[in-house]
């Protein structure tokens, strides 16, 4: 049994939801606003949300923000709505919402989203702390010196206009990135999740499913999120082979 929490402004969406739910053994909280959301978070965290996206007093995805902001986005949130459009599906999945639902929702659907988000906190909570990944030691010669092993992240240093840059090194392959300090918030993570996507893209030879299992994101998450960031998985995918 999990607990969930049902966060919707239409007494019906809230009332057939939490019949649905219970049936399958959850516990369910229901809140009909943010406010009543805030309120059901703070008193502890459930095992799942099921947030609708226009509400009257705050929208959906501005409380995901918010929980995002305050450190309170520790649980699967899954956004609901029946009005939507696909850039605020992406941006919703880009704060850390696991799936989107549209409304009318089909039961199988919502069944199979529940299932998956319960899964994936079930995983999360599960995960070990991952020792590092020992270096197999070569043999050196009897004049050899050792050699200290490359940082993932090279020191910043400063380019010819005065700019500060991080270089991203990725460990046995030659290939790096260069990253600017200088660059707004906004612009200096799409440049990093750009660049990630595109080494993992490369190396996994533009395998989408196997790019999804290393990124932890589901396949239409990352599609929507590689479609955002405009990288090309067939080209990457050709020039990796």
């Not at 440049?191 to 290393?214: I, P």
């Amino acid at each position: 049994m999990a607990n969930i929490l049902v966060v919707d402004d239409e007494m019906g969406i809230r009332e057939l939801l939490s019949e649905i739910l219970g049936d399958e053994g959850h516990a369910i909280t229901l809140a009909e606003n943010a406010q009543q959301a805030r309120e059901a978070r703070a008193a502890g965290a459930p095992d799942l949300v099921l947030l609708d996206i226009w509400m009257p007093d705050t929208d959906g995805v501005t409380l995901l923000k918010e929980w995002q902001r305050d450190g309170l986005l520790t649980m699967p949130v899954i956004m609901m709505s029946g009005h939507a459009t696909i850039d605020t599906a992406v941006e919703a999945t880009r704060i850390g919402a696991l799936n989107f639902l549209e409304k009318p929702i089909a039961l199988q659907k919502l069944l199979k989203a529940v299932q998956q988000g319960l899964s994936r906190a079930q995983e999360v909570a599960r995960a070990p702390l991952m020792p590092p990944r020992p270096i197999a030691p070569s043999m050196p010669s009897a004049s050899a010196e050792p050699v200290a092993a490359a940082p993932m992240f090279a020191p910043p240093v400063a380019a010819p206009n005065g700019a500060r840059v991080v270089h991203a090194i990725s460990h046995g392959e030659g290939t790096g990135y260069t990253l600017s300090f200088d660059l707004p918030l906004r612009e200096a993570r799409d440049a990093f999740e750009r660049m990630y996507f595109e080494h993992h893209l490369g190396r996994e030879g533009g395998s989408m499913t196997r790019v999804a299992e290393k990124t932890g994101l589901e396949r239409t998450h990352l599609y929507r999120k590689l479609k955002q960031l405009g990288v090309e998985p067939g080209k990457l995918a050709k020039k990796g082979q």
